[in-house]
C-alpha cells in the first residue's frame, strides 16, 4: 500500500448475499398463540447481491450478478473503486470467501487494500446486518416468478438502502472500525 501522510482512509465492508425463489423467512410480529401464513417457493432461480458500505460517509455500492464467483468479484472491486472519494484509499473489510483471495485472478484496484476478517466471524462485518436488514424489510414473504424479477427487488431494496446515508451509518457504523489521527 504506498500512502503518503495526509492521504484520506476510509473503511468499507463488503460481502455478498443470494437473493432467489427459495428464499428465507423473517420473523414478524403477531399475537401470542397464531401462526402467521409466510409465503415458501420451492423453485431455484437466484441471484447474487455483492454489496459493500462505508459507514463514515453513508454510501454504498453494489452490483446484481447471476453468480458468486471471482470474476463478479473484480467487477464489484471496480465498482466500489469508483465510489472511493477523490484521493482517498480505502481498506475494504471482507470474509474469506474462496473468490475473496488475493491471488493471479483477482484484480484489487489501485485505491483499495483487502483486509480479511478472521474465519467463522460473520458477526464482525456489518454486511450481514444489511443482509438481514434488507430480507426483513424488503426480500421476505415475497415470490418472483422470473430471474429479472428477483434483480429488480434487489435494485429497490438496495436503492432502499443507499437512499438514506443515516440508515447506513446507523447498520454498519462498528467502533473499532475508525480510522484516528
Given at each position: ?32 398463540g ?18 459493500a ?9 453494489a ?21 472511493i472519494?477523490p ?39 456489518p ?16 415470490l ?38
Open positions: 500500500m504506498n500512502t503518503t501522510a495526509g492521504t484520506p482512509i476510509e473503511i468499507w465492508f463488503q460481502d455478498e448475499a443470494r437473493v432467489g425463489q427459495k428464499g428465507t423467512h423473517a420473523y414478524i410480529w403477531a399475537p401470542i397464531s401462526r402467521p401464513l409466510m409465503v415458501h417457493d420451492n423453485r431455484h432461480t437466484s441471484a447474487y447481491l455483492f454489496g458500505i462505508c459507514p463514515a460517509r453513508g454510501v454504498g455500492a452490483m446484481i450478478v447471476p453468480h458468486a464467483n471471482t470474476e463478479a468479484m473484480n467487477l464489484h472491486l471496480q465498482e466500489i473503486s469508483t465510489q472519494a484521493g482517498a484509499r480505502a481498506v475494504l473489510i471482507c470474509d474469506g470467501a474462496g473468490w475473496h483471495q488475493r491471488g493471479k485472478q483477482l484484480e484489487v484496484p489501485a485505491n483499495l487494500t483487502l483486509l480479511s476478517l478472521p474465519p467463522y466471524s460473520p458477526e464482525l462485518n454486511m450481514e446486518n444489511v443482509w438481514d436488514y434488507l430480507r426483513q424489510n424488503k426480500l421476505c414473504a415475497r418472483w416468478d422470473t430471474y429479472d424479477d428477483i434483480v429488480d427487488a434487489c435494485r429497490q431494496a438496495w436503492n432502499f438502502l443507499i437512499d438514506d446515508p443515516e440508515r447506513i451509518r446507523s447498520i454498519g457504523s462498528r467502533e473499532w472500525a475508525c480510522v484516528t489521527l
